[in-house]
């Protein structure tokens, strides 16, 4: 299996991508190269504009670059159809986003339970795992409301969970705090420490606030869709 007991998990050379608009090419990334080694706990952090959200979308597979590897656990993404890319975020990667991506029409474990329908889960053990992926991000007793019945910050924990429902080795996270109080935020953030300390998830989040990247082990300064500085904190 390629990458199998590899300890990067994602590796970057020299990713460009860029979009057309109109008769004008727009570089939104213009040379990024990296590696991430599992269990590593990444912040990027930026100006409005400058990548970031582009260079989340090739790590998680969601797009491919117009030059340049991106590579997930060995595999390289533009060596893929759309359906292995779509197989291979199922398996590896989980999602969080700034505007939670809930479906308001279903409940909390209905919406954590989303992932593992694709993954032909049977349905007593998808209930299980919803309601013990729920516990875990502190909603027991809220698994029948609706997003509507629940916080901002409530809303963001489902989310977590859905993230979590597949055991992906990896989490994307999208200015997870984005919309929430200061206080729902260090929820957001501890749990996903919890997530990486406890757990060993590989986590890359992106963040406007400096404040929420102390736990992190490096943070990447995005300006002008180039990774213009890197800062250490925990070697690993
Ligand atoms: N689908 C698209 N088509 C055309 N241009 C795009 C597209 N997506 C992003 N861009 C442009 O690429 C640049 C980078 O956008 P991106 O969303 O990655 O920035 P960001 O750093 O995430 O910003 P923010 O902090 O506001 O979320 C921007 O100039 C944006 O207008
Ligand atoms: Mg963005």
Redesign the pocket.
């Known amino acids: 299996m390629p990458g199998a007991g590899s300890l990067e998990v994602m590796v970057a050379e020299d990713l460009w991508k860029v979009?057309?608009?109109g008769q004008i090419d727009?570089p939104?990334l213009r040379g990024v190269s990296f590696s991430v080694k599992k269990g590593e706990y990444i912040a990027i952090v930026?100006?409005?504009?400058?990548?970031?959200?582009?260079?989340?979308?090739l790590m998680g597979a969601l797009d491919r670059p117009t030059k340049g590897k991106m590579m997930i656990d060995g595999v390289e993404i533009s060596k893929l159809n759309d359906k292995k890319l779509a197989e291979l975020r199922n398996r590896k990667l989980g999602f969080v986003f700034q505007t939670f991506n809930l479906l308001s029409y279903m409940s909390a474990a209905e919406n954590v339970e989303t992932p593992l329908i694709a993954a032909g889960v049977p349905p007593e053990e998808r209930r299980r795992r919803s309601y013990a992926l729920l516990e875990m991000v502190g909603l027991k007793g809220f698994e029948r409301n609706r997003p509507s019945m629940l916080s901002g910050g409530q809303q963001q924990r489902v989310a977590i969970a859905r993230a979590l429902a597949n055991e992906p080795q990896i989490i994307l996270a999208?200015?997870p705090t984005g919309n929430l109080d200061s206080k729902s935020s260090h929820e957001i953030i501890e749990i996903l420490r919890r997530l990486n300390e406890e757990k060993g998830v590989t986590i890359v989040m992106?963040t406007?606030n400096l404040e929420l990247t102390s736990y992190c082990d490096k943070t990447w300064f995005?300006r002008d869709?180039k990774i213009e500085r890197e800062e250490v904190r925990n070697a690993k």
């Open positions: 979009y057309r608009l727009y939104a930026g100006p409005s504009g400058s990548g970031k959200s582009t260079l989340l979308n999208d200015e992106v406007h995005f869709g």
